[in-house]
């Protein structure tokens, strides 16, 4: 109402329409009256309005967010559309280094911004090359993984194959830190990345506060010091947002049991994979399970001795890790025919809090409903090889030997 | 043909054979060399390894409706505090006192519920243990049946029917009631009836008013939580608001309860076998197991 009064139109379009209404009362006159309440229906939407758009409004992300319970939001930096240069440094300090390297965009961008780019990428990502991986036969889920290990040589894989094309898998899971500038970008205001049936449910992805975010946090903020810790509480369609929006997607369960396992081809019919990122064995000192870790998240750079042979970090413990599949239907990857309480998404890799060894293998798969937000599943992101600019799509030859250089090896 | 011998003459042993042993539960006399209590069925053993020990141990128990869930605390239970002893330690004292752990652990690990525990008591098991907490010198030695729910049903209503449930209740030092959440989410009041039920059978056993019930602390324990997410936020506010009875009987008639959440399998489903449908755990993440219990051995000792 006070702004009201500040601004002098409005203060008169108020008056003159208490005026009518109560000339109209007075005059019996329903064309008065009603032009009256019209024009104090339209203030009142306005302030609606106004107080709406500052409750959603997306502010300008900050390189790093302050994870501090009581600071105040940083000053909002607001960069200009015209401003390519200061788009893309705000874009690779907010990770979203895949966006830039798509074909579409790689070639607007400066040489040193395509080098940073590359670089952001090779440091935040790890190449998973081509190539075969069994799904659902590397582990029965028999015995509680406290017998000894089976002697060498490894049995081949059993289960289904599947081809793998090449990607890069991020190393680690994404973070609070990653999390809040998708939040402070209005990443839950952009409907265009989010799936089209999830709309009308996504109003209701808000932390304890009632702000846009994580179950977990609160006014739009994580807890402090746990900046570099995975996100949780997130569902599978925010996972899915998030990747969208920082220009990845979520892992196949294929590209997630290849990037864990590590395949080795014995013969053309037949390979051998690891039953964990590290070997054959569990190490319960390379991972963050029930019994091994501190009995809650951790950061993401712990427990470096559990990292895949490619180096993918904490693939096994910490938190389980949305996937694109679907669990359950006609059998699952323990060949269990499972009646669903509700359609599922598949996690894989076990949480802290996972008990047995036999439920935090590569192969061991689990489902939640992907509307969930629990304490223990959270996310990393795949980016396809074929996405981003390949040194056979480039224009220039020199770029075209930059890009074959980044994806160089991928084939086995 | 008959082979002839010399058996030397154990006058000592003749006499263990003559004299009684009572039983730990219920006191009826038995043979030396009996197994189960031929009045209560209640293993013999307790009794031996009380008498040889020279230790008098309390008992708990865990009791709640059938499929509630009393296995799979009480064996997760076991397991965890044999695994990581952080907070309390457990020591399972004879071999016969490892088999409930065996068959909860093994089963989750399969991926399955264990099976239902069987009404007869001479098929129940028996858990004898020596508990310690972090820092406390002081050991509790324990003796915690794995009860049907169904028997405890029948004996609810129809007194005396189980000649092991009145005694053991009796010299119970504390109890653990189980209900489900997840019934209670679903507003079915059969979990609130049959706890009622519990709570009353238990305020009326005692004829000594000081050594009754309603000094006795009590765990009031909601199970399969992790389906329940806002039963983990706070316990005794979601028993206030979906089981109004049990709350305001337990705030009548008891002076030291408190309520718990807890929750073993991370999420569940349904496999379809020959003889229905089973739900089957997808993972466990055992959550809310040990606090309950701590709380419970707190109140005990002090």
């Known amino acids: 109402m006070r702004k009201i009064f500040k601004d002098r139109t409005l203060c008169w379009v108020f008056l003159a329409s208490l005026l009518a209404v109560a000339a109209g009362l007075l005059t019996r006159s329903v064309t008065l009256g009603g032009l009256g309440l019209i024009g104090l229906?339209?203030?009142?939407l306005r302030r609606r309005r106004r107080q709406f758009e500052a409750e959603v409004a997306p502010v300008s992300p900050v390189?790093?967010?302050?994870?501090?319970?009581?600071?105040?939001?940083?000053?909002?930096?607001?960069?200009?559309?015209?401003?390519?240069?200061?788009?893309?440094?705000?874009?690779?300090k907010q990770d979203r280094y895949a966006l830039l390297l798509r074909r579409q965009l790689v070639g607007n961008l400066r040489p040193n911004q395509r080098r940073a780019a590359r670089e952001a990428l090779e440091q935040h990502m790890a190449l998973v090359p081509e190539g075969e991986v069994s799904l659902g036969g590397g582990d029965d889920g028999s015995g509680d993984g406290r017998e000894a290990p089976p002697p060498p040589p490894p049995p081949p894989a059993k289960g289904t194959v599947c081809r793998v094309a090449g990607l890069f898998l991020d190393r680690y899971q994404v973070t609070n830190r990653q999390y809040r500038h998708f939040v402070l970008s209005g990443g839950y205001e952009q409907m265009s990345i989010w799936?089209?049936?999830?709309?009308?449910?996504?109003?209701?992805?808000?932390?304890?506060?009632?702000?846009?975010?994580?179950?977990?946090?609160?006014?739009?903020?994580?807890p402090a010091g746990q900046d570099e810790y995975p996100v949780v509480g997130v569902s599978w369609y925010e996972a899915a947002a998030y990747a969208r929006w920082s220009g990845k997607r979520l892992p196949t369960e294929a590209e997630w049991v290849k990037a864990g396992s590590w395949p080795v081809p014995l013969s053309s019919t037949s390979h051998w994979q690891r039953k964990f990122p590290w070997g054959d064995t569990m190490d319960r000192e390379r991972c963050n399970l029930w019994g091994s870790g501190p009995g809650r998240v951790v950061a993401i750079t712990e427990y470096p001795e559990g990292v895949s042979v490619g180096g993918v970090y904490q693939l096994i413990g910490n938190v389980w890790e949305w996937t694109t599949g679907n669990f359950g239907g006609a059998g699952d990857s323990q060949g269990r025919d499972l009646t669903l309480p509700t359609p599922m998404k598949s996690i894989r890799g076990g949480a802290f809090d996972t008990y047995f060894e036999n439920q935090a293998t590569c192969q061991f798969q689990s489902g939640e409903n992907?509307?969930?937000?629990?304490?223990?599943?959270?996310?990393?992101?795949?980016?396809?090889?074929?996405?981003?600019?390949?040194?056979?799509?480039?224009?220039?030859?020199?770029?075209?030997?930059?890009?074959?250089?980044?994806?160089?090896?991928?084939?086995? | 043909m008959i082979k002839q011998g010399t058996l030397p003459l154990d006058s000592y042993r003749m006499a263990e054979q003559a004299v009684q042993m009572p039983c730990y539960i219920c006191g009826t006399d038995n043979t030396y060399d009996a197994e189960l209590c031929r009045q209560c069925f209640a293993p013999m053993a307790l009794a031996h390894q009380a008498n040889a020990q020279k230790v008098s141990p309390k008992m708990l128990a865990a009791i709640g409706p059938s499929g509630v869930g009393k296995t799979v605390y009480l064996g997760m239970l076991m397991d965890m505090l044999a695994r990581q002893p952080d907070r309390l330690q457990m020591t399972a004292r004879g071999a016969f006192s490892i088999n409930l752990q065996q068959t909860a652990a093994s089963a989750l690990a399969r991926g399955e519920f264990p099976?239902?525990?069987?009404?007869?008591?001479?098929?129940w098991n028996w858990v004898h243990c020596q508990v310690r907490a972090k820092g406390d010198s002081r050991c509790l030695d324990l003796i915690m049946p794995d009860m049907a729910g169904e028997a405890l049903l029948e004996e609810v209503d129809h007194p005396n029917t189980y000649e092991v449930i009145h005694p053991l209740l009796s010299k119970c030092s504390g109890a653990l009631i189980m209900i489900d959440c997840t019934k209670l989410q679903t507003s079915s009041l059969d979990q609130d009836y049959f706890t009622m039920k519990l709570l009353s059978y238990l305020a009326e056993l005692d004829e000594n008013p000081k050594q009754s019930w309603a000094k006795r602390p009590i765990g009031l324990i909601l199970t399969k939580a992790d389906e329940c997410e806002e039963c983990f936020l706070d316990p005794a506010a979601f028993a206030q608001a979906r089981a109004p009875g049990l709350w305001r009987q337990c705030h009548e008639q008891f002076r030291n309860f408190k309520f718990f959440a807890t929750g073993v399998a991370g999420g569940c489903a349904y496999r379809v076998r020959r003889d229905g449908r089973v739900r089957v755990p997808l993972r466990i993440e055992p959550r809310g197991i040990v606090e309950p219990f701590e709380w419970l051995m707190k109140q005990v000792k002090a």
Request: a negative charge; proline letters at 12%; hydrophobic letters at 35%.
């Open chain 1, 370 to 412: 992907p509307l969930s937000r629990k304490h223990n599943i959270g996310f990393r992101c795949a980016l396809s090889l074929c996405d981003i600019a390949g040194g056979v799509h480039a224009s220039d030859p020199a770029e075209a030997d930059e890009e074959a250089s980044l994806t160089e090896g991928v084939t086995v």
């Open chain 2, 115 to 123: 099976t239902k525990t069987p009404s007869e008591p001479d098929r």
């Open chain 1, 41 to 44: 229906a339209v203030l009142a």
């Open chain 1, 195 to 222: 799936d089209p049936q999830i709309l009308a449910a996504v109003l209701d992805f808000v932390d304890s506060s009632g702000h846009p975010g994580p179950r977990f946090w609160k006014k739009g903020r994580y």
């Open chain 1, 63 to 92: 390189p790093h967010p302050p994870a501090a319970d009581e600071e105040p939001d940083p000053p909002a930096r607001h960069v200009a559309p015209t401003d390519i240069d200061g788009l893309v440094g705000e874009m690779l």
